[in-house]
């Protein structure tokens, strides 16, 4: 099966293609020369639904949308929808960092809980009226600085109590079997395996 993932994000592909292994082959969306698709949607269901229906309209092919983030209790559930783009410009980890230890200076650590949220959607065409959908969680808490050197995004500052280190201490293959996005991709697996015609 050839698969298009919607996304310009280098981490989300490299861990999405690692957890498909083989059988599956995840095209990235720049080899077609496909840019991002606008992100209008309300929460990370639509968001995800849009990117994959934009790159199956581009390139003929089924296509995944990823859309994900981190969502903050203290703050309302922010960075949420807008995590990529928490300090102005888009996919500027280290900016985004620092607005969110700013925006948590002085709060103490049980009251630093937050969530890695990740939304799959598989579309089989552009116009697919049933999106295959899966959800990820990854429960933890917002650390007072940076740990680790692995991952992308906000892993340095979230800290998952089952492993007792951050997202960016984990080795990639532990970090892909327990994170928001291995459980989501978990899900969908389960639900293609359950989906004839496909
Ligand atoms: P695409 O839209 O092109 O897929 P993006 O990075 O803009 O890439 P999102 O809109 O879904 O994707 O934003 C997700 C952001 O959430 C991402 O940029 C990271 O900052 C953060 N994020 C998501 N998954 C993460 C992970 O596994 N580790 C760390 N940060 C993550």
Same mark, same amino acid.
């Given at each position: 099966m050839r698969l298009v993932l919607a996304s310009s994000n280098a981490g989300k592909l490299a861990e999405l293609r690692d957890l498909l292994g083989e059988g599956i082959t995840l095209h990235a969306q720049s080899e077609f020369g496909v840019t991002d698709a606008e992100e209008t949607g309300l929460s990370f269901i639509e968001n995800a639904i849009l990117k994959a229906r934009h790159a199956a309209r581009a390139t003929g092919l089924p296509a995944l949308g990823d859309d994900s983030g981190l969502c903050v209790d203290a703050l309302g559930g922010a960075p949420g929808l807008y995590s990529a783009r928490?300090? !102005? =410009? %888009? !996919?500027d980890s280290d900016a985004n960092i620092d607005r969110l230890l700013r925006e948590l200076e002085g709060i103490p650590d049980a009251d630093r809980s937050a969530r890695f949220v990740c939304v799959l959607a598989l579309v =089989?065409?552009?116009?697919?009226p049933l999106p295959l959908i899966a959800e990820g969680r990854w429960e933890g808490r917002i650390l007072q600085a940076r740990r680790g050197? %692995? !991952?992308? !995004?906000?892993d340095p500052v979230f800290f998952s109590p089952a492993h007792g280190c951050s997202a960016a201490e984990l080795p990639p293959d532990i970090k892909n079997r327990d994170s928001h996005r291995g459980r989501a991709l978990k899900a969908l697996r389960t639900l293609l395996a359950n989906t004839p015609g496909i």
């Open positions: 928490y300090a !102005g =410009r %888009h !996919g =089989r065409h552009p116009e697919d050197q %692995h !991952g992308f !995004g906000y």
